[in-house]
């Protein structure tokens, strides 16, 4: 039962361009969404979350969107650089668990 | 300051034998999460300490996986007789509390890669 849904596995951009990822749950019970970025032979960082009582979030390159109509939230990084590339897991938390997505693999291009 | 370091970084064991994994929160923290990522799925939460309260063991899979932490810092995840399903990445994090109304960041280690053949 996956209530945290990533779609799309990979993405590539190219430098200075846009990236969006996207990320789609299911529980309405979720009150806090996040998104953390993965390195090979590393363990996750947090990179940016927002509560579900707002619809967006912003810091520096990084912003986040929640549209709680739709269950849907998206990161937007912008502009996009080479160390960027990583994967990026979208989570969510209903008290104190968090439920991720599979993790989309993001490749900046030079 | 140090992050969450686990043990071993790699664990290769036959099918059968019984593992352990060793996960060092942060100190100061007083949750401490288990997590297993299988390949290409997401992060799946295991179980969750929080201070001297009963641990939330939802998540194991099953019977042959336990854990425990000693002295509120410290946490083992023991895996007896391993299959070869086990296989992953078993990924620890640790934060200032769990729940609450704001998100206390999960800082997470860089976990231990167990294969099991």
């Known amino acids: 039962d996956q209530q945290v849904k990533q779609n799309s596995p990979s993405l590539s951009v190219q430098e200075g361009r846009i990236s969006i990822l996207n990320c789609d749950y299911t529980?309405?019970?979720?009150?806090?969404f996040l998104w953390y970025k993965k390195y090979p032979a590393e363990g996750p960082t947090f990179l940016i979350s927002?509560?579900?009582?707002?619809d967006k979030n912003e810091d520096g390159r990084f912003t986040v969107f929640l549209n709680k109509s739709a269950k849907h939230l998206s990161l937007h990084i912008v502009p996009s650089q080479p160390g960027d590339s990583a994967v990026y897991f979208c989570?969510?938390?209903?008290?104190?668990?968090?439920?991720f997505g599979a993790g989309t693999t993001v490749t900046v291009r030079a | 300051g140090a992050g969450v370091s686990q043990s071993p970084s790699n664990k290769v064991t036959e099918k059968g034998k019984d593992v352990e994994l060793r996960c060092d929160p942060i100190?100061?923290?007083?949750?401490l999460y288990w997590y297993r990522q299988s390949l290409g799925q997401g992060l799946e939460f295991l179980i969750y300490?929080?201070?001297?309260?009963?641990?939330?063991k939802s998540g194991l899979p099953s019977d042959r996986f336990s854990a425990e932490r000693t002295g509120g810092s410290v946490s083992t995840l023991t895996i007896q007789r391993t299959q070869q399903e086990d296989s992953a990445v078993y990924l620890c994090?640790?934060?200032?509390?769990?729940?609450?109304?704001?998100?206390?960041?999960?800082?997470f280690g860089p976990g231990t890669r167990l294969t099991v053949l």
């Open positions: 994090a640790s934060s200032f509390s769990g729940g609450g109304t704001n998100y206390n960041e999960q800082f």
């Open positions: 529980n309405s019970m979720f009150d806090y």
């Open positions: 927002i509560s579900s009582i707002k």
């Open positions: 989570a969510a938390r209903a008290d104190y668990k968090l439920s």
């Open positions: 100190s100061g923290h007083t949750a």
């Open positions: 300490f929080q201070g001297n309260s009963a641990p939330d």
